[in-house]
Every structure is written in structure tokens, then in C-alpha cells.
């Protein structure tokens, strides 16, 4: 948060200087007024010193921007106008990101600029899809209305989102647990056997020298396997974030049995609930569907809009592309056809999207029932086959003792 160095008088008229944390320096002044100071002069303090450091892009958190909107919308609807909502709302968000956005929003808007138009100069905070409904309500009169659609999108959305990803942490997390467990198992345990093992000189079986094989490698090049875990994680990152390997990335998700259907239907939830908000509320079709390429995150799904949005220019049907692509099924796009010969495209969209939000609830729930007792299995039979390997020479050992 930017830092000001302000000059003044108290309330005793007392000369006053110091130095003030504000978001902006109009919100300085407000500050230092609230606590009896007269501002007479006041400055930004520039330099390395006074910059807040951060690490890696700002972004607002998703629930904090569902609850913004929700909280947007109901003091619209109780009669406030949209200069003191945002004010209310600035000083009431706890995200500091969302907080600066809406503080320069409001000074904006007490010069008279729209709010969608001030709003577009802060992209990481409010997304083409929001700023796009924005400018649909202002131009139709009815902004409280699209707020409110905009609180039921972004809530389906972030409820569809939270469900992917719960049922996403819990085999993640096993999964690491368990590599982490086989590791400590090779690394620690196993050696220990090894000498003694050879001490007796007796044949070990193929799965002991194996193991044993194993767990030697683990002790010498354990930080090859950390390194090798450090570049899976920086190749995937980079990857998301450049468009070509991005497209791949997304096809061997969509591809991965089971786990494939979940990207793939939550996708096409947001796909489909977003164009039907876009289309209620009056966006021209090829601007709808240029803002849902950007912000669907899928670069299959993207690349087949794209192709449906040249399709659109052409002439031809919205559905073209999307039915000779598989990761549309087929539902998609016959129900984009009949709403495009009826006239109720936005209504369709709306089912399809309803349809596809339950479809991820309930294999949500199905996976987490699914992957528990497998993941479970999978690590039973890894531990045991180190166990049984140590387990069966030691046997051998015994009874030639005997």
C-alpha cells in the first residue's frame, strides 16, 4: 500500500506532519481528516523503500469477488446508488487488491464515468465477462437486474469449481503421502536388511534384488527425484501459461479416464452458462462467444469456439464446429441447433448448463467413493511388496539357522 507524507494542523490548530498508509491519496485525506488532522499538503513517498513488495501476480480470490457481487447487488436492490455501494464496499472488502480497484472506481465515478468503464481499467480484478454484463445493464436501465444474474453465475461457478477441486485434493494428497511413504520405506528402511542380508550370502529372490536395487538408488540420487518433482511442477506451470502447450496440457486432462469427464462437463457448465448470461442480456453473439474463448480455460474448448465463431461470420451454423469435435458430445449441439431455429438460445444454453452442473456434482461424489478405496488398494500393494521382500529372505535366513 502506497505511503504519504502529509503536512497540517490538528483541531487545536497545532502544525502536524507525519506519515500516513492509504491506498490513494484521496483516501489518505479522508483519514487524516477522520482523526481531526487539516490537510495542507500531502505527497506520495516514492522510492524502493515505500513500495509494498509482492510476490508473483495479484489476484482476487474468487470468493472474495462472489461475495463483492452478491453484497453489490443487494444494496443496489435496497435503493443505494451505485457511487455509494461502491464506496460502502470499499471500505467493507477485506482483499486489498479489490480494495484499491474500488477506491479509484469511486473517485471516477464522482467525476460522472460509467461504472463499466472504470471498471475495464482494472483487468485483474474484474474479468471481460463482468465488465461486458456491466456495460448490457447500464445501456438497458436495468444494472440492478444483471447484478443479480452475475451473483447466481459466479456463485454456480465458484460452487462448480470448489467441487472439482475437492474431489481433486483428496487423491493428490494420497498420492503424494504415498510416494512419500515408499521413498522413506526405499531410503531408510530397506538398506538396514541389505547388509544383513549380505552377511549370510544366501540367493535373494528377483523382488528383493529389486528392491533392494531400488532403495540404493533412492539413497544415492535422492536429490535427482526431488529435482526431477521441482521440473514436472515448473514444466506444468509453464505450460498453463503458454497457448500452445497449454492446448496439449488440456488434452491429456480431458483424455485421463474418469478424471477427463470432470474437466471436460465443468467446462462446459461454465461454457454454457456463460453465453446464455451474455445472451440475455443482450451481447451481440460474436462478442459473447470472443469473451468466453478468453475466459474458459480450456484451450480445446477455446479452439473449437474460435472455429464456431468463423463459422457464425461465414454464414453458417454456431453448432458446425462443435459437432464434428469430440469434446463437444453430441447433446451440446443439437440443443445449440434447436435454440438457433427457435430463437431461445440463451433458455437452451441455460438448461445445458443446469444439466452439466448436476452431472459434476454427482461424479464429483462418485470419484471421491471411487478413488479412496483404489488409491488405498494401490498403496497396500506397493508397501507390501517392500514388506514381503525383506519379509521372505529373512525367512530363508531363519530356517537355515535352524
Known amino acids: 500500500m502506497p505511503m504519504f507524507q502529509y503536512e497540517g494542523r490538528d483541531r487545536y490548530g497545532r502544525k502536524k506532519t507525519g506519515k500516513v498508509s492509504s491506498i490513494s491519496q484521496r483516501q489518505a485525506i479522508v483519514q487524516l481528516r477522520e482523526q481531526g488532522v487539516a490537510v495542507k499538503s500531502i505527497q506520495e513517498m516514492k522510492g524502493i523503500l515505500y513500495k509494498e513488495v509482492s510476490l508473483g501476480a495479484k489476484k482476487v480470490k ?164 526431488i529435482l526431477f518433482g521441482l521440473l514436472v511442477y515448473f514444466g506444468i506451470l509453464y505450460a498453463r501459461r503458454n497457448k500452445r502447450s497449454k492446448y496439449y496440457l488440456d488434452y491429456f486432462l480431458l483424455k485421463i479416464p474418469v478424471i477427463g469427464k470432470v474437466f471436460q462437463q465443468a467446462a462446459l457448465a461454465r461454457m454454457t452458462r456463460t453465453l446464455a448470461s451474455l445472451f440475455s442480456s443482450s451481447v451481440p453473439i460474436l462478442q459473447a462467444i470472443s469473451i468466453v474463448e478468453r475466459i474458459i480455460e480450456n484451450e480445446v474448448m477455446a479452439k473449437v469456439l474460435r472455429d464456431s465463431r468463423i463459422s457464425l461470420e461465414s454464414g453458417q451454423s454456431l453448432a458446425t464446429p462443435m459437432q464434428k469435435h469430440w469434446v463437444f458430445p453430441p447433446m451440446v449441439s443439437h440443443m445449440i441447433v434447436v435454440g438457433e431455429k427457435s430463437g431461445s438460445l440463451d433458455i437452451i444454453l441455460d438448461k445445458v448448463a443446469d444439466y452439466y452442473e448436476a452431472e459434476v456434482d454427482q461424479i464429483t461424489e462418485q470419484l471421491k467413493s471411487l478413488i479412496e478405496p483404489i488409491m488405498i488398494a494401490l498403496l497396500a500393494v506397493v508397501v507390501g511388496t517392500i514388506v514381503g521382500s525383506i519379509a521372505i529372505p529373512m525367512f530363508d535366513i531363519f530356517n537355515k539357522i535352524q
Open 62 to 225: 474468487t470468493k472474495d469477488f462472489v461475495i463483492y457481487i452478491r453484497q453489490f447487488s443487494t444494496l443496489l436492490k435496497a435503493g443505494i446508488s451505485v457511487v455509494d455501494c461502491t464506496r460502502i464496499l470499499s471500505q467493507q472488502t477485506t482483499n486489498k487488491l479489490l480494495q484499491q480497484a474500488l477506491t479509484e472506481i469511486v473517485e471516477g465515478l464522482e467525476e460522472g464515468n460509467p461504472f463499466s468503464e472504470l471498471a475495464e481499467r482494472h483487468r485483474k480484478v474484474f474479468p471481460p465477462f463482468f465488465t461486458n454484463m456491466l456495460k448490457a445493464g447500464e445501456a438497458g436501465g436495468n444494472l440492478d437486474e444483471i447484478l443479480d444474474r452475475l451473483a447466481t453465475y459466479y456463485e454456480k461457478q465458484y460452487k462448480t469449481i470448489q467441487k472439482v477441486k475437492s474431489a481433486m485434493t483428496y487423491p493428490i494428497f494420497l498420492g503424494i503421502s504415498s510416494i512419500g511413504i515408499v521413498i522413506f520405506l526405499l531410503a531408510t528402511v530397506v538398506p538396514t536388511f541389505t547388509d544383513m542380508f549380505e552377511s549370510f550370502g544366501s540367493e535373494l529372490p528377483p523382488v528383493t534384488r529389486f528392491v533392494i536395487n531400488v532403495g540404493d538408488f533412492v539413497q544415492s540420487f535422492w536429490y535427482l527425484i
